[in-house]
Nanobody, 128 residues
Framework: HVQLVESGGGSVKDGGSLRLSCVAS??????????MAWFRQAPGKEREGVAG???????IYADSVKGRFTISKDDNKNTLFLQMDTLKPEDTAMYYC?????????????????????WGQGTQVTVS
């Protein structure tokens, strides 16, 4: 049973930075076939993909965050990260960590259109 627990959200000023973390359990980064991603949803808006990564660290980003956000993972700690720099008020949203196993097989066909089958509870990011 996959479980994802996010942390690191908070309130920051325009131009500030935050680092989100997502600790995964129930599968192992080193041995499994998977993709992981960060999504966000602002009030009254649809959920959107922010950044994604596969088992061999191929990454994708939404155009709105390219050059400002960086997705990464620590395979030894089974943890996914999202470094968010130069934050803007429009980045305000609930941020969710998601995992898709086996993500189409090795090394993972990362795409925001995939049906991610595990989700965390979310962590709030507010930029003002």
């Amino acid at each position: 049973h996959v479980q994802l627990v996010e942390s690191g959200g908070g309130s920051v000023k325009d131009g500030g930075s935050l680092r989100l973390s997502c600790v995964a359990s129930g599968f192992t980064f080193v041995t499994e076939r998977y993709c992981m991603a960060w999504f966000r949803q602002a009030p009254g808006k649809e959920r959107e993909g922010v950044a994604g990564i596969n088992a061999v660290d191929r990454t994708i980003y939404a155009d709105s965050v390219k050059g400002r956000f960086t997705i990464s993972k620590d395979d030894n700690k089974n943890t996914l990260f999202l470094q968010m720099d130069t934050l803007k008020p429009e980045d305000t949203a609930m941020y969710y960590c998601a995992a898709d196993l086996p993500c189409g097989g090795w090394p993972g066909l990362i795409s925001f259109d995939r049906s991610f089958n595990s989700w965390g509870q979310g962590t709030q990011v507010t930029v003002s």
